[in-house]
């Protein structure tokens, strides 16, 4: 069910109110300690004092009004240094606060707080409309009930605003939280695979699968080593494409994407104990992230074409998982001596890394959830951003910041290779210690880009208990919207 907004370049009146049940409402921040004016602020400032509050601060706060309809206001003061993840973080509380009456309308409005400030506000409350109303799978019997809300109009806009961005990401970030929220049992590398289908035929993306006979020939050795664990032989590497109807044909700028899928990670010989394990069905993220990039970009209609590399597999224990010790070789000819068997995530990168560089792109993003270390430094409020272009750190931070979606990048310099130096192969695949993970595993898969420009997510925010900025639930989706703002508010495709 898709949300209308209507848009209506002027400032709420009282008629509006009255007629409106639900009312979120945004203020200027005043610059005296009083209330700013709006239709019933002489009243809510009479209810303010008889709680013994001079103004708004410590909101949001919620007002019943007296009127005919019994008008629920939620209202809150913006400042203009309030950061957008603060200002998402605000959408998300001032929705959550409307959508548990369920209601079908929404008023929305915004009071003097000048036109970058109230796009940007009215963007975040939108992007938390859209997550909020978006009913992740549930498999309960008695289902929660369904979110009526059809209709939102906009008050107090200086110009008509253009949300099809917004639009856009909800839907690629609606996608991933949906895929990985999907149970292990039920979201199987096959079954993943016929709902990639269905999307790419819905997008007219053009796709081809390499199945493992495929993977054979290209002795894509690093991804056959996790995935022969498996009984199935579901494990394999979907590519997708979308081309721009401009370039068709032509050698365009290509942006690659490449997400780690493993629909269950086990943890493999080196098996997780329980309270490990419970949850690992979401490893699968940054595929899913990466499909909702390219959903996202593909409704945005972007001008250049972007390739889409989704390592699908799981990392299960049985006779023939690889183990301890093994040497196994990348389709690169790189030769990997095993560690840990629950590093599985850079052994499926690694061949299809090399796989992306291959078309020459001009920028790899990759997204996974791959280590612990990454949650260990940075908590799983922000993720971690690695490249091997360190003059383009600055936009990284800047996408992040003004996207909402934070992340920060690590050193990923030469010598700490030298922590992956083996006896016996070319490379170990990590440590025993596991020191500095994250870095030893961005040294790992940078063996597999080539020369190309590459941006590796370690989506340590991919899942925050309680939800993240505009996201309400703890499966975040992170990156879809981190993703957009690099490309085209950041045009790091021009800096690359
Ligand atoms: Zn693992």
Redesign the pocket.
Known sequence: MKVKIKQTLREISTTDIDTAENLILLLAEPKTSTIPDFPYSALIKQRLSRQGKKDLSGGPHAFDLLNEVGTRIVLSTVKLTTSQFELLTLARNLVAQQLAFNPKKLILATVGLGDDLATRAIDAVVAALLAAVYPLPSFKRKKPPEKQLTTVRLFGLPRKINLSRTYAEAAGNNLARHMTTLPPNMLTPGHYRKEIQKLAKQYGWTSEFLDQRALRQKKAGAFLAVAQGSQNDEAGIVHLRYEPSATKGKKGTRVALVGKGICF?T?GTNLKPAKSMHGMHE?MEGSAVALGTLVALTEINVPFSVDCWLALSE?LIGPRSYKQNDVVTASNGTTIEIVHT????RMILADTLSLASKARPALIIDFATLTGACVYALSTRYSGAFTNRTGLINELIDAGRTSGERVWPFPSDEDFDDELASQVADVKQCTLGGEADHILATRFLNRFVDDIAWLHLDLSAGNHKGGLAHIPSNITGFGVRYTVELLLGQKILTKV
């Open positions: 990670d943890g490893d990392n629950d590093a599985e995530g």
